[in-house]
């Protein structure tokens, strides 16, 4: 958020403060000033660098046309290569920042932006819901995962890539400070309060050209009349993450009052104008008087206030500049939640990975005992899909048992708890959630991390891949290491999974999934850019961020293993595509034969195939039998048969062969008849969509009075109270301590079936 208003004052009322940039001849004159051939020179000395906010960069980065489906994660590499050569061609060095956790001091603020955008995520669902289609840019959500992945991306590009184990804005900043660095490029406003680099706008970056704006501090002070080092409590009185606005509410008013009294001539500036000069006149006062350093007494505030406000001032002060006064929340601890649970050696791993940016979820568990998901894509009126969090709350709870109870004697007494924030329909995020970790082997054998980690050998390398698929109750998909590439055999472990957690998955369903998974190897950027879709599917749309977040799951359970599966090869520019995925998921539940689905390749449809009743098998063990349950898409909105409609989707021009639904009832026959290849125009997984509006409507109803649009609808009051562990909660699972029962928080509980825990390993 930054601070209230400065951003605005600067670029509306004093444009002088706001300079535009040219970042080749920014470079130049960076290196130009550098001293060379210093036995201390280090890369970031002897070069530009530029240190960028990766999490402000996101929606800047992400361009693809598609972004409801789940992501067009080849186009958005391709693209995030683009960009970064386009520095890395200029003598640009680029160092990336990303969150890596959420401060307890502004945890409410996170909150609050938790909740507006749950809102705005509704507001997609009804659009998609009427409209069939995706809404404009207005309502533009993140794909999930995006901030995750795309540090994984940034390495696989070579460059140099941190996650925070702080504040990152406060980490970026001390960066650049400290490696001299040429600028910082972001989107926040308590960028100009660090005494740091120069703060360059990532929304004002022209990247063709590399220009941008530059937010003069300097400048800015002398508009204001203050020093750099006042910039921290006028940041503070204003408002931003630490110091809420309206608890400064009182101090602006008596400001504001004081500089209207001091300056008798008319006051024609706007009024955000006028409150950042009086603030800005309130702090100047204060430094001439004796009241300690910043005369922060005068201000008549409770010591609570008082407090509070310099730990906000204390926030923006970087190492070397000054000894941190008492109360500074940015200090960090070097002690691990659970240091009683795990080696120094795995303590010191686990934080460099994580600083790195090579690690995935283990730090969040191990050193914060804390652990947080921000929003996803999922309909909170929709009662057939569990909320995602819920969804793989299993898994992570055997994630947690593998890092934190290899020395524990299984006994509920003191129990390590991890408490979630996670984002779902239903939960207010009033607390978080307290959830107990799971063993991984019920029999209470599971190896120690130390061995997972730092062991070798063959016997090892087995007990990676056994914990890791006993994660997701997956071990007999161990069968298949070596057979299959690893991305295929990450996609189906995390696709049994789901059909193994979520009742209401249909074969259709998993057909879609393993389809564009194998589909998805041979196809170039290009085609996956090019897919048509005649509508959008509110449910697909779940479907597919499902897939996103358990991807991330996914990644967790492999770096708590010891990574038995290759990293990279569980990126989801491997294995998933939004368009892909929809594209899969309309064809399965339009009836098609598997040929088509697989595109008319053989060895494409023998792996789906291998795939599917590997699955199969799995599930039946479980004594999960999957169902066919085709959905017709959602008919609520309306479709237009005119040019428009066809022209857009079909690419067709207007007046051929009649409109969709009528070229559907035409081909009914041909359907059943002739096959695909007897349809040479359906060859190759990019046929007309629009020919099958005759079968989705006679399909659509094959589920007949079992439930809602043709699949099994499960009220949410006939679930009883949600379990710790989900629908295979394997082992022991003491009650919740605090905090509630997941199901005690919204609509969501589990099916009757679920209502007591199968015995282990069932």
Known sequence: MGVKGLQYFMERCYPDTCVTVDLREMARQHAAKTPQGSDTTTDSTSSATLVVDGMA??????????????????????????????????????????????????????????????????????????????????????????????????????????????????????????????GILGQDSDFIIYDSAPYLSVAKLQVNMLTTVLYDRQRLCQTLGLAVDQLPLLACLLGNDVVSEDKMRNTRNYAMETYRIENTSPHSGAPQEQMVLAVSHLVSSLQDREEEETGLHSLNLSVPLRELLQRGINSYILPGQGAPQQGDFSATSSVSAFENLVSAEVLKACREKHVAAEGFMVYSIMCEGIIECSNTLEDEEDTELLPQALVLKPCRQ????????????????????????????????QEPDIVHPVLVSPSGDQPSLDL??????????????????????????????????????????????????????????????????????????????????????????????????????????????????????????????????????????GGVEKSELLEGDLSKLNLFLRLRE?????????????????????????????????????GQPSGVDGNWRERGEKTRGLHHEGGWRDRGEMRGGRSDYENRGGVWQRRGNRGGRRGVRGGQYFHPHSYPNFQEGGPHSWGHHPQQSRGGSSGSRGRYQLAPRWSQPPDPGT
């Open 614 to 650: 590997k699955l199969t098998e799995t599930c039946s063990k479980h004594s999960r039998v999957l169902q066919s349950r085709p959905k017709p898409p959602e008919l609520s909105h309306k479709t237009t048969p005119g040019p428009r409609y066809k022209e857009r989707h079909s």
């Open 452 to 589: 997972l980690w730092f062991g070798s050998g063959p016997e090892v390398s087995a007990l990676r891949l056994t914990s890791f698929f006993s994660i997701f109750d997956c071990q007999q998909l161990s069968d298949l290491y070596g057979e299959i590439e690893d991305s295929l055999l990450g996609a189906l472990c995390l696709v049994t999974y789901i059909a193994l957690q979520v009742e209401t998955l249909s074969q259709e369903d998993v057909d879609a999934y393993l389809s564009q998974a194998v589909c998805l190897r041979l196809k170039s950027t290009q085609e996956l850019r090019n897919i048509k879709l005649p509508t959008l599917c509110s449910r697909a749309v779940q479907l597919g961020s499902l897939f996103i977040r358990g991807l991330g799951h996914l990644l967790g359970a492999n770096c708590a293993s010891g990574c038995p599966l290759s990293s990279p090869a569980l990126m989801p520019w491997h294995c998933f595509d939004g368009r892909l995925f929809h594209s899969k998921y309309l064809l399965a539940h």
């Open 398 to 429: 055997r994630i947690y048992g593998l890092v934190l109870l290899h020395r524990h004697d299984g006994s509920n007494v003191n129990l390590p708890a991890i408490r979630e924030w996670f984002v779902y329909p239903g939960n207010p995020l």
């Open 57 to 182: 960069c996101l929606r800047h980065w992400y361009l693809c046309k598609d972004w409801v489906c789940g992501g067009q994660w080849r186009e958005y590499m391709d693209g995030l290569k683009s960009w970064v050569e386009a520095f890395n061609s200029a003598g640009i060095r680029l160092v990336f920042f990303f969150d890596g956790v959420v401060e307890e001091q502004k945890r409410k603020e996170w909150v609050k932006r938790r909740l507006r955008v749950n809102r705005e995520i509704s507001k997609v669902f009804s659009h998609l819901k009427s409209h069939g289609e995706q809404p404009g840019r207005e309502l533009f959500c993140l794909p999930s995962g995006l901030a995750s992945f795309t540090r994984f991306a940034l390495r696989s590009l070579g460059q140099e890539v941190f996650c925070s184990v702080r504040e990152a804005d406060y980490e970026i900043a001390s960066y650049a400070r400290h490696q001299s660095c040429m």
